[in-house]
């Protein structure tokens, strides 16, 4: 296969896959130098468009990867910019890579957040994650399984030995992977009676009540991990973990609290620690990873669990026996504050101690990545982001007052569109885009998670802006306020406006009749998507945001030339593409269906008396009757802002001359009764129309 030769360029050969584990043994001199295996012979994988991912991988006999090579994806989202080169390039980093220690990505924003780093690829966040959680989990399963990590201290987590094999809660208590130790109220109020404690707090209730049972046990080893977790979550905790670290499962059922509050304030379980010969581990929070669920069959239904890391330089040794020890405290009229301590011992069983045999290697679920690292690498821009969307929604709330200041509300449109543009579109890459929902959507149909979706933050944050934007104030928070493309054209339009380049009107009815068109679009879209998402990627270049936003123009002239076609059109026609051919705005159209809340005024005499707010609409979303068409409306307040100008709006003209002629009456009598004329005038003044 040309993929080995890719990945151990230096072999002489390749023998035939191994019966036991699915690798390739490579020769080098007659001897054997490494092996190389498929990544979907150990896992399988789905990327962002949760369909599967293949890397080729050639490890040495040291536990180097001294190759990888990406064979087979289906990633929609490289729609956007990013190329089979940029992925190819981004897998070529993993050369010389020790899988001993932790392989993470550096921020796409710049910042590293790792010790051993690889460039993440901009712009395709999930897809940089998964596959460095692919590449370096199943290069650990396998090396674990070929014994190569054995160069590790003697009882190391690398050192054990594991042949996987699936088993129920039950095989796990019976052959001892799992200790328990059950602690009924009597059990523990007559442990407090022999110190001469009675009376307790706490334990005065039934004797054969559940107080705690705690269960205990090592979930390195794949046969307990992996049970206990399930396969993505252990194989996220492998990839992310030095590869001599281990791994602690604690769950308790009853009535107390093995976890305590305390440690909140001092950053230690005060109520747990772990004893291993003369040595005592204590336990902080940094060490403690949560557990969301537990898939394990027939597992009790706990009221907490945890999972601890014990650092391979804390000199803790899994394969040695060890206890856990539970600390009770209760606080007595007599005596004051009283302890017992409970022991959980704990001996690995033997079927998971290093041994000649090789385990096999069976097959694993989803590669899982943790989101939550993802969030605190790029906290910079979120803080950014977040300040932007409480921005926006301070602008909406408060409407009503900024549309009657209808310079600062121009002024403040112009910052918030150029920060759309510039920071969300051509910096941090957040441009929304169709794709994003067929993804969503097909997500839904096939095996959906919350995981891929929340690796790229921005993204992420922005749709759910918008999702809830949509019962509130329809589609046309994103098309007027966040999207970069739009905001894009409304400012070349400005520009073409000052320049005095002529403005196209588009009559009425012709306009009514174009507005199918971008529904078409993405119903042609959705269609194809439910076949093949690679084919709707293709055929999503309709959109100009790849070229325009992501890429910045820099790409052959070819495709540059479509995004200029429209900006162009929308130097005459304010918001062309928006009006009648992005098919985003037409996904996001159907929902806002639903919205809850109709914030714009409008006056009786509008379209039926006035037609100005029709007429200075920018994007034509104004009916000839007066009524305001919230699937094409991009929100942008300028007929709020008309709606209170008392020197356009034909009813605010009426109000205001009555109020001044009132004034002037006021003024009048005011001084034919020998008032001080201001005054008068002030006091008139303040009458409402």
Known sequence: MSELVHVFADADGFGERMPQIPVYPAYRNGSIAGYVFFSADIMDSAGYSAKPMNVAIGIDLQGRIVGAHLVEHHEPILILGITDEHLRAFVAQYRNADIREAVKLRSVSGSDSVSRVVDGISGATVTSLTLNSLIVGTSRIVADALGLLGDHRPGSAAALRDEFQSASWADLRTDGSIAELALTTGVVREAFRRQGAENLPGLDGP?????????????????????????????????????????????????????????????????????????????????????????????????????????????????????????????????????????????????????????????????????????????????????????????????????????????????????????????????????????????????????????????????????????????????????????????????????????????????????????????????????????????????PFKTAITLRFMRDWVWVAYPVALLTAGLFIERFYCRYLCALGAALAIPARLRMFRWLKRHPQCGRECRICEQRCPVEAIHPTGEINPNECIYCLKCQTLYYDTHTCPPMIIRRRRRESRAGAGAARGVASGENPAKATQDTAEVKP
């Open 207 to 543: 004797a054969e009540s559940n107080f705690i049972t705690l269960y205990a046990g090592l979930a390195s080893p794949a046969r307990i991990g992996r049970n206990l977790l399930g396969d993505r979550v252990y194989a996220d905790l492998i990839t992310n973990l030095g590869a001599g670290s281990s791994l602690i499962f604690v769950g308790a059922t009853g009535l107390y609290s093995f976890k305590g509050t305390e440690y909140r304030r001092s950053g230690v379980f005060e109520r747990l620690q772990i004893v291993q010969g003369s040595r005592t581990f204590t336990l902080s929070p940094d060490q403690q990873r949560i557990i969301e669920k537990m898939p394990l069959q027939g597992a009790p239904e706990f009221r907490e669990t945890a999972l601890f890391v014990m650092p391979e330089d804390s000199g803790f040794d899994p394969a040695a026996p060890w206890r856990l020890e539970l600390l009770v405290t209760r606080t007595s009229p007599d005596r004051g504050t009283v302890l017992e301590v409970f022991n959980l011992p704990y001996d690995l069983p033997a079927r998971y101690l290093p041994a000649p045999a090789q385990p096999t290697v069976a097959q694993a679920d989803l590669v899982s990545v943790d989101w939550r690292e993802v969030w605190w690498s790029r906290r910079g821009d979120i803080g950014i982001l977040a300040s932007i969307l409480v921005t926006l929604t301070g602008i909406l709330v408060f409407q009503d007052a900024l549309a009657k200041r209808p310079l600062l509300w121009n002024r403040l449109r112009i910052v918030m569109l150029t920060i759309t543009l510039v920071w969300i579109g051509w910096y941090a890459h957040a441009q929304l885009s169709v794709i994003n929902v067929l993804t969503f959507t097909n997500a839904l149909r096939t095996e959906f998670d919350w995981t891929f979706f929340l690796l790229d933050p921005l993204l992420f944050i922005l749709w759910s802006f918008v999702a809830v934007a949509l019962l509130f104030w329809a589609r046309g928070v994103f098309c007027g306020w966040l999207c970069p493309f739009g905001a894009l054209q409304e400012l070349t339009n400005r520009a073409a406006r000052a320049l005095r380049v002529p403005q196209v009107r588009v009559p009425f009815g012709l306009h009514e009749r174009l507005w199918p068109i971008k529904y078409i679009l993405f119903i042609s879209l959705f269609a194809v998507s439910l076949t093949s998402m690679e084919r709707a990627a293709v055929y999503a270049e309709v959109e």
